[in-house]
């Protein structure tokens, strides 16, 4: 037993309901009980997709279990095949169903599906989750799909460079992009947009909006772009040992990862690099079209970005993307990086091992927020669940990763991956902290009592509650129900030296969203020094003591 109050994932049936939603032609029988059709909503409401996810529940009651629910579930089998007729059929069931051990698989296995292809999923509730599900459904569909076009042992595997000698441009897979991952529908178009302009033709697209007609053409491509390795990773995995192909495995996330993907894909697919293209022309000189994240973290509105200490967590894909992004092309200092996607944790601590720091792998959000309020950060790069806790310490937030809310699928434009997607990072990792001139005048003029310690006018709505207008002030009206935002210092814990006056008042000159931190320094140098009150003196001695 674990006490849970939010998951950062599903359980693994709903990975395979996104395998089946992503697709054209699969249809999803799932042993359920009533009630799991809510997860219907996670693609009609936060997807906002204009037709139900093709699943059809067995939706068991109570009083079926003294029944024969395996009864239910070829019943149900034959009537979806028939409504739907699709092209291939996953069955599977949900975590009670698991319990209840029908086998719907090797149920629908003993049946006449009139000849089309069936997986039968072994997904394990207890102990595995949502995108594990959405891999092992993966996997498990292209498997099944390529199994007679499976090369005999020892055949020699095609060269990915052979599109020279069939005289076409060469060609490749993308692989991983579904429904609920993280901005696919628009890094999709941005990627294949990349792939163009560079001569190179996109394939199959898998398995957002695939049939699976098109994963029997997967081993016609040169390459495998295995662009979300949660997903795609083992079945990329599987077609480089089956079949010989390649895999590009650079997530192309930030200028740097952009340009270190299109040198892979050059690579594996002996091509020469485009005169006038990439290392050609410095990326992000201010007239260079391709993006303007890097001349924009270079201008100067951008010098009071860096060394902003920043908290990262999310899934592994994107939480080691931003950590490069941040660290190598924004100027942060990375106080924090870790991740829930247990299966890719040795990739989270070798990105974080190469900052300095230790990774946080957990999928207890307790345990992140408590390290987020340990690292003190100014910015905080993280999921929903991040976006929750930063707000409950006033620390600004940007969401970079499923899971996602509905303002994570949004109308416009937004890709994360390729030069547009860097653009789209440093506005919406910019945009939460206070302004440079803000944060300027904030330091010098503490009194005013609109632009109050904490308060990021550029995101509108009012003043915090705990700014202080100076006493005499006119009061401003304030509207009822005002967001109360705390500002980013954390109580003394029991048994820290105490605060003198004069140590308080010092303490009140430093700019909020370092204060926190400056609190801390001084208290761990008092109780170093074995000084039980803290005074103005105090202070400055443990700032020179920690700048030392
Ligand atoms: S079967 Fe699993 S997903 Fe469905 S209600 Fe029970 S715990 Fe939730």
Redesign the pocket.
């Known amino acids: 037993m674990e006490l849970t109050l939010w998951t950062y994932e599903?359980?693994p049936?709903?990975g395979a309901l996104r395998i089946a939603a992503s697709m054209q032609g699969v249809h999803y029988v799932l042993h359920?009980?009533q009630?799991?059709t809510?997860?219907d909503l996670l693609f009609t409401m936060i997807e906002r997709r204009d037709r139900r996810p093709p699943v059809t529940y067995t939706t068991f009651q109570a009083r079926d279990l003294g029944g024969d629910t395996a009864e239910l579930v070829k019943r149900t089998i034959t009537e979806a095949v028939e409504r739907f007729q699709p092209e291939a059929l996953l069955v599977g069931e949900?975590?009670?169903?698991e319990l209840i051990q029908d086998q719907p698989g090797a149920l629908a296995a003993g049946m006449d599906l009139g000849g089309i292809p069936m997986v039968s999923l072994e997904l394990p509730?207890y102990s595995k989750k949502e995108n594990w599900g959405a891999a092992e459904t993966f996997y498990q569909l292209v498997r099944q799909l390529l199994a007679d076009q499976l090369p005999a042992p020892g055949t020699p595997a095609p060269s990915p460079q052979r599109w020279r000698q069939e005289g076409r441009r060469p060609r490749v897979n993308l692989l991983g992009p579904s429904l609920l991952g993280f901005r696919c529908r628009d890094d999709v178009r941005e990627v294949s947009r990349l792939l163009g302009a560079e001569g190179i033709d996109v394939s199959v697209v898998a398995p957002l909006d695939a049939r699976p007609a098109d994963l029997q053409r997967i081993p016609a491509a040169d390459a495998n772009v295995c662009l979300y390795p949660e997903v795609a990773g083992p079945v990329c995995s599987w077609l480089e040992r089956r079949f010989g192909q390649p895999v590009v495995r650079t997530v192309p996330i930030g200028v740097g990862a952009t340009t270190a993907f299109l040198a892979e894909l050059r690579q594996v697919l002996g091509m020469e690099e485009p005169a006038g293209s990439s290392a050609a022309a410095e990326p992000g000189d201010a007239g260079d079209s391709r993006s303007r994240l890097p001349w924009y973290s270079r201008s100067v509105d951008s010098t009071y970005l860096t060394g902003k200490r920043v908290f990262i967590f999310a899934d592994a894909t994107h939480a080691i993307a931003a950590a490069r992004v941040a660290s190598q092309e924004l100027g942060f200092q990375v106080v924090g990086l870790g991740s829930y996607s247990r299966e890719l944790a040795r990739e989270v601590r070798a990105a974080a091992k190469e900052l300095g720091l230790e990774a946080l792998i957990t999928d207890d959000y307790l345990a992140v927020e408590r390290a987020m309020a340990e690292a003190m950060p100014e910015l905080v790069l993280g999921t929903q669940m991040e976006r929750h806790s930063a707000k409950r310490l006033g620390i600004p937030c940007a969401v970079i990763s499923a899971p996602l809310h509905v303002q994570d699928v949004p109308a416009r434009h937004a890709p994360q991956m390729g030069w547009e997607g860097a653009n789209e990072l440093f506005d919406s990792w910019v945009h939460p902290l206070m302004m440079g001139l803000e944060e300027h005048l904030i330091g010098m003029f503490r009194h005013d009592f609109e632009f109050v310690e904490g308060h990021r006018s550029h995101l509108g709505g009012s003043p915090p509650a705990g700014g202080q207008p100076p006493a005499g002030a006119a009061q401003p009206q304030e509207p009822a129900a005002a967001t109360a935002v705390a500002t980013a210092v954390a109580p003394s814990p029991a048994g820290a030296p105490s605060w003198d006056p004069s140590g308080e008042a010092e303490l009140a000159k430093i700019p909020f969203f370092v204060r926190g931190k400056v609190r801390r320094n001084t208290e761990a140098y008092a109780r170093d020094h074995g000084l039980a009150r803290i005074d103005s003196e105090a202070l400055y001695a443990a700032k020179a003591h920690f700048s030392a």
């Open positions: 599903g359980p049936h709903v359920a009980p009630g799991d809510y997860a949900s975590c009670t169903a509730a």
